[in-house]
Nanobody, 115 residues
Framework: QVQLVESGGGVVQPGGSLRLSCTASGTIFKFNNMGWYRQPPGKQRELVAAITQDGNIDYADSVKGRFTISTGDMKNMVYLQTNSLKPEDTAVYYC?????????WGKGTLVTVSS
């Protein structure tokens, strides 16, 4: 089993920044990919950014140029640097990782962008 724990969420003013972190623990061999999703209030969960084991990165169009995904040296951590935050970025942000075809999810961290 794999456990994912997110941290770094909070309340920030428009234009501000937050760095989200996700730590994976448990039985880890090698993740095929890791990523961040978000679920705005009253909306469906959507992909924000993902990174494969080969280093290929994909971003949602709405966050390109503002958000950056990266992994730690030990490959059991994934980060999301969020800059120039907008009120529409308000959501619960979830970390996800895939290993041997199984998707694992964290419980989420809330990001609120408000003046």
């Amino acid at each position: 089993q794999v456990q994912l724990v997110e941290s770094g969420g909070g309340v920030v003013q428009p234009g501000g920044s937050l760095r989200l972190s996700c730590t994976a623990s448990g039985t880890i061999f090698k993740f095929n990919n890791m990523g961040w999703y978000r679920q705005p209030p009253g909306k469906q969960r959507e992909l924000v950014a993902a990174i494969t084991q080969d280093g290929n990165i994909d971003y949602a169009d709405s966050v390109k140029g503002r958000f950056t995904i990266s992994t730690g040296d030990m490959k059991n951590m994934v980060y999301l640097q969020t800059n120039s935050l907008k009120p529409e970025d308000t959501a619960v942000y979830y970390c996800s990782a895939n290993q041997f075809g199984v998707d694992y999810w964290g419980k989420g961290t809330l990001v609120t962008v408000s003046s």
